[in-house]
């Protein structure tokens, strides 16, 4: 009775030191790959309002819109470790208030199997550009940068930004027609 319960137990030990042994050989083995890619990216429409924004403060504030083209291939960061992808393109640059501004503009993620070669043209990003303040007008350096998270099947791997950039520039002056 003693030995059987004993017996039960080493198995048991055994069997989830030889899972946890698999689980991080399959992490030791996608942790040094490298996941860096190329991405290209352009501007195609590039606008700014001038808008009160109900959200915050009641404050006209500046909303930029724009189109993009994103070409990329991230077919190269599929491995047998990685469940699915969770890109982001985000927009980076400086005003007055604050010393670095980082907007989400887009995402989109892709799972596994699914088509990894993206090449998409004029598109519209997903959320909303709202500056803070009155950052976007006549600024000159707006930088698009696409990254992702790797969603792995074991580990933890990092934010990756993919190499390209894109920087453009708003007009130097407002929009006021809808679009
Ligand atoms: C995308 O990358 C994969 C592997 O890195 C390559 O085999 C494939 O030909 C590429 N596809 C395109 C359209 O460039
Ligand atoms: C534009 O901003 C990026 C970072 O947001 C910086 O790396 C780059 O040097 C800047 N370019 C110019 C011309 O100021």
Redesign the pocket.
Known sequence: MHSILQRGNSILAYALSVLACLTFICFASTVLLNYVTDAKMNTVKVVVKNVPDYSASRERNDLGFLTFDLTTNLTGLFNWNVKQLFLYLTA???TENNE?NQVVLWDKIILRGENAVLDFKNMNTKYYFWDDGNGLIAN??I?LTLSYNIIPNAGLLPNIFAKGRH?FKFPMEYTTTRM
Do not use: D, G, I
Request: proline share 0%; aromatic share 12%; charged share 40%.
């Open positions: 980076e640059y400086k670095l000159k350096n930088t920087s």
